[in-house]
């Protein structure tokens, strides 16, 4: 009579018993990223609606009377509580309604054009600070605690804590106004697109420089705490190169922190834009919004908040999905 093999418990799970603990994770802070966006757009709403005027006012003609003022109000809804315009708008935010502007324009047209401009820059200048970080970083990692790792150090720090203005200014004295080698300004074409690639390298320098010094420390911190490991230290025993090291065993550790930091810096690049835009007169969505703000738009102060929070959410997921994939390998 044989005798049953007993269970080995370190056996492999099945594929399902891997994935799903992991897949309930990213669906969880899916769900309360979801619920902060929600509760954004709200005091969005709010703070809106605690500035002086409104938009009846803000967006009407001079001389226009009191009685057609009041009745301009009542056709935009402005006479209903905040609290129930905002819910009206909602509704219609899982079909793609954004609402109507205070000139009466849908939110999705206004945003048609300078929308995917931002986008265009959001996404060059994340992927530039990321090259940038992971070269920096990597070069830093090479040789802890030499010159070049104390001066990307310092360097990543100054370039972090310099805001995106003052970085336009510096190139754009340096790259326009002393060399002539860029223009100073972006000239839109028919299409509403920047004229020449060359307007765009300004705009994309001063979005992504104080990220590469965000994501470069990063990036050094994590491969700091990956140089710790056993699986890192036994192949310095074994007498590997240092550039193999790096990219076989040190980076794949540290993908989940880079992945959230690179996701958490696409945030504060779309905030930096309503700055750089103005400066160089990108054709993009700070313009818009700063118009918004001028005359008291809600539904489309809304709309450039809710398409930044849905862009800025799905890097997010990606980067839950990027952390979570990583450590069920490392767990396996």
Not at 101 to 130: C, E, I, K, M
Not at 191 to 210: F, K, N, Q
């Amino acid at each position: 009579m044989t005798t049953p093999h007993p269970v080995d418990a370190k056996a492999p799970r099945s594929l399902p018993a891997r994935i799903l603990p992991g897949a309930g994770r990213v669906a969880r802070q899916a769900v309360r990223r979801l619920v902060l966006l929600v509760v954004l757009l709200a005091a969005v709403f709010a703070a809106v609606e605690l500035l002086p005027g409104d938009a009846a006012g803000a967006s009407s003609d001079r001389g226009v009377t009191a009685a057609d003022l009041a009745a301009r109000r009542t056709a935009m809804g402005l006479d209903r509580p905040v609290a129930e315009r905002f819910l009206d708008w909602m509704t219609g935010l899982p079909t793609g309604d954004l609402g109507t502007t205070a000139r009466g324009q849908h939110v999705t047209d206004v945003l048609a054009g300078p929308f995917p401009n931002t986008l265009l820059l959001g996404t060059l200048a994340l992927a530039l600070s990321t090259a940038g970080a992971l070269a920096l970083g990597g070069w830093a990692a090479l040789r802890p605690g030499g010159r070049v790792d104390r001066a990307v150090d310092t360097l990543s720090t100054a370039a972090f804590a310099l805001p995106e203005f003052v970085v336009s200014v510096a190139l754009l004295l340096l790259l326009s106004q002393w060399t002539g080698w860029l223009p100073a300004v972006t000239l839109t074409g028919a299409d509403g697109r920047p004229e020449s690639w060359t307007m765009i390298v300004l705009p994309l320098l001063s979005l992504a420089v104080p990220q590469i010094g965000w994501n470069t420390r990063i990036v050094r911190g994590a491969l700091a705490d990956q140089a710790a490991q056993p699986h890192v230290q036994a192949a310095v025993l074994d007498g590997l190169p240092r550039r193999r090291i790096l990219s076989h065993h040190m980076l794949p550790g540290a993908l989940p922190a880079v992945a959230v930091g690179i996701a958490t810096s696409a945030g504060m690049l779309l905030g930096g834009t309503v700055v750089v835009e103005t400066l160089f007169n990108y054709p993009g969505v700070g313009a818009v919004l700063a118009g918004a703000i001028t005359d008291r738009d809600t539904p489309l102060v809304a709309g450039v908040v809710a398409a930044a929070g849905a862009a800025i959410s799905l890097l997010l997921l990606l980067a839950d999905l990027v952390r979570t994939t990583t450590l069920g390998e490392e767990r396996r």
